[in-house]
């Protein structure tokens, strides 16, 4: 048997699924693949060229590997599963991939979903997107950062030609289809944003102070700097959301381009969740006639998304590369410049 799941890239609505607010993602083309047989043992058996072979019980305590280990996304896949429901076939399974690592691009939710999906389908499970969506955020807090349910809903539910629009508490999902004419690609600032490593610290402070500043507008107390920029940037964004829908829905590009460098600056200056790397990119392809362009994900390296007419992408990529890219080693044009196709999720 086998299980596709695409990665994600999120057009706008950053840092604020986890506060609930609503985001706009699309799957993209790239994707995991997992082949995978049943087996009578309690164990998921993974396997993966790059990353070699792991084994884990079904049943038992489930301790986090170190940081970073890909057994820590199978241990999550089966933590999750146990939380709802009863288990008694094992898988062996081979993974590959064309979605590049630490890059923003959801290969972590991938592959967690990917394993989740697996082990219920060979226990004769067909989960619906909604009681996945019960389960997997909870199980990516496993390997350590206390993102939502942004990239799940991504991966599951998006639809070909569209983006998703995403609501949470209580969870809604919504299309938004993309005029044919709309190009996105996604350029990796060559800084891998490790979230289960380095980021993971970064990435929940910001969380906290977001949470504790709203706390305190609650409870009528002084909002400290931190937590006061931290708000001010998921209010923004949360905003930007909603006008980003309506641009799209009217066809208005310039509009939309404009909220996704609002964006930018937000992450940048009040959350404080980009990077050197990310801004000269955003700053090369807006030099070059970019209609729009930010940080993607959780920021601290990864990747930014350029927005462009379809048509223009051979170009932009080209003035990237000659802006960018030129100073760098390591650029290889496949795994770091992706024309992202808004593609199909998991369970579409
Ligand atoms: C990570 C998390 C998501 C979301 C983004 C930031 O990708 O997994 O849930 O919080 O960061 O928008």
Redesign the pocket.
């Given at each position: 048997m086998r299980v596709h799941v695409p990665g994600r890239v999120?057009l706008i609505g950053?840092?604020?699924?986890?506060h609930n607010l609503a985001?706009l993602p699309m799957a993209i083309q790239r994707r995991i693949c997992i082949d995978f047989t049943t087996i009578r043992d309690a164990v998921v058996r993974g396997y993966s060229e790059e990353y070699g072979r792991v084994e884990v019980a079904l049943q038992g305590d489930l301790k986090p590997d170190a940081p970073g280990a890909w057994s820590n996304y199978i241990k999550a896949a089966v933590q999750a599963v146990r939380a709802r429901w009863k288990l008694t076939q094992g898988i062996e399974a081979k993974v590959t991939s064309d979605l590049p690592p630490a890059a923003?691009l959801?290969s972590s939710?991938a592959l967690l979903t990917g394993f989740t999906i697996a082990l219920l389908q060979a226990n004769g499970i067909e989960p619906t997107v909604e009681e996945l969506m019960e389960v997997l955020p909870d199980g990516?807090q496993f390997v350590g950062?206390r993102?939502?349910?942004?990239?799940h809903a991504a991966v599951l539910a998006s639809e070909a030609n569209c983006s998703l629009l995403v609501g949470f508490a209580p969870l809604s999902l919504r299309s938004v289809p993309i005029p044919d004419t709309w190009g996105f690609i996604v350029a990796h600032s060559m800084k891998t944003a490790e979230?289960s490593g380095g980021a993971k610290e970064q990435?929940n402070s910001r969380r906290v102070a977001g949470q504790s500043g709203f706390e305190k507008i609650h409870a009528g107390s002084k909002l400290s700097d931190e937590e006061e920029r931290a708000v001010r940037h998921v209010q923004s964004e949360g905003q930007r959301v909603t006008e980003a829908v309506c641009a799209l829905q009217r066809n208005d590009k310039v509009a939309f381009g404009a909220l996704l460098c609002e964006s930018h600056r937000s992450l940048r200056d009040d959350l404080r969740v980009s990077c050197t790397e990310l801004d000269e990119l955003v700053d090369v392809a807006m030099k070059n006639n970019a209609l729009g362009a930010r940080l993607t994900?959780?920021g601290f390296g990864g990747c930014a998304i350029v927005f462009c007419e379809k048509d223009d992408r051979e170009r932009m990529a080209q003035a990237l590369v000659d802006g960018f890219y030129v100073k760098r080693s390591g650029f290889v044009k496949e795994r770091h410049l992706i024309f992202a196709e808004p593609s199909a999720g998991a369970l579409r």
């Open positions: 999120n950053e840092h604020i699924d986890y985001v923003g959801s939710s990516e950062t993102g939502g349910g942004m990239d979230k990435f994900g959780a």
